[in-house]
């Protein structure tokens, strides 16, 4: 069964960086077959979509929250895709989680994801 794994949270001041990483396993068909996702969510707050790229990488999308400061990346070759998190702010605070769409395009709803990594930004 497809596994992602999420690592490079942690507390970081506001107009710091941050470098996510999503590792995925166990996945039926090519890591290509699968657009990954980025996601969060804030204590309080609804999980809401923060950017995601397709199964080639050509695609990209962010939400308008992350447009300017996050950058979306994928190796298929290693089974990864980074978010690189750059000017975080307060507001960005939350629990980050991927996801991997069961197609290669980012549409509907990711069918299997991660346990999630925590961004702390304050001073």
């Known amino acids: 069964q497809l596994q992602l794994v999420e690592s490079g949270g942690g507390l970081v001041q506001p107009g710091g960086s941050l470098r996510l990483s999503c590792v995925a396993s166990?996945?039926?068909?090519?890591?290509?077959?699968?657009?990954i996702g980025w996601f969060r969510q804030a204590p309080g707050k609804e999980r809401e979509g923060v950017s995601c790229?397709?199964?080639?990488?050509?695609?990209?999308n962010y939400a308008d929250s992350a447009k300017g400061r996050f950058t979306i990346s994928r190796n298929n070759a290693k089974n990864t895709v980074d978010l690189q998190m750059n000017d975080l702010r307060p507001e960005d605070t939350a629990v980050y989680f991927c996801?991997?769409?069961?197609?290669?395009?980012?549409?509907?709803?990711?069918?299997?994801w991660g346990r999630g990594t925590q961004v702390t930004v304050s001073s």
């Open positions: 790229i397709s199964g080639s990488g050509r695609d990209t």
């Open positions: 996801a991997a769409y069961l197609v290669d395009y980012c549409a509907g709803t990711p069918g299997h």
């Open positions: 166990g996945f039926r068909f090519y890591y290509e077959s699968y657009a």
